[in-house]
């Protein structure tokens, strides 16, 4: 379970520089930014992965964090690079990663003390 906790803060951590990247940025401006789409780009795939590793016992605990998009926008970038679909990696980082962003940090950073079987564990890598 440890290992997950590390993998959860991975995907926060990824999440929240994706976003970072991408603040006051306009579309047009990603799709001529080779050097900016990869940089969001490796962070979707280091989202992915990381989603991948987590176990099925963490994955069973929040069900409703979006495993499935998570790996499977992973397995898009890794094995079918070559078709990407800027537009779509533009709305995730834009609609999608801050309500991960929000999920993640209740799971790994909760309030008032009070910890989740998970919690703490961000920045361990």
Same mark, same amino acid.
């Given at each position: 379970m440890q290992r997950d906790a590390t993998y959860l803060a991975d995907i926060l951590d990824s999440a929240r520089l994706a976003i970072s990247y991408l603040a006051g940025v306009e579309y047009p401006r990603f799709a001529a930014d080779v050097q900016l789409q990869d940089s969001v780009i490796r962070r979707l795939e280091i989202i992915g992965e990381a989603a991948r590793r987590c176990s099925d016992e #963490?994955?069973?605990? $929040? %069900?409703?964090? %979006? $495993?499935?998009?998570?790996?499977?926008?992973?397995?898009?970038?890794?094995?079918?690079?070559? !078709?990407?679909?800027? !537009?779509?990696? $533009?709305? #995730?980082?834009?609609?999608?990663? %801050? @309500?991960?962003?929000?999920?993640?940090?209740?799971?790994?950073? %909760?309030?008032? *003390? #009070?910890? *989740?079987?998970?919690?703490?564990? @961000? *920045?361990?890598?």
């Amino acid at each position: 379970m440890q290992r997950d906790a590390t993998y959860l803060a991975d995907i926060l951590d990824s999440a929240r520089l994706a976003i970072s990247y991408l603040a006051g940025v306009e579309y047009p401006r990603f799709a001529a930014d080779v050097q900016l789409q990869d940089s969001v780009i490796r962070r979707l795939e280091i989202i992915g992965e990381a989603a991948r590793r987590c176990s099925d016992e #963490t994955q069973c605990l $929040w %069900p409703d964090l %979006p $495993w499935r998009d998570m790996i499977g926008m992973r397995n898009v970038m890794i094995h079918q690079y070559d !078709s990407v679909d800027l !537009s779509i990696v $533009w709305r #995730t980082v834009q609609h999608n990663l %801050p @309500e991960l962003v929000r999920d993640l940090e209740r799971i790994l950073e %909760p309030e008032k *003390g #009070t910890e *989740g079987p998970l919690a703490g564990a @961000e *920045g361990r890598a």
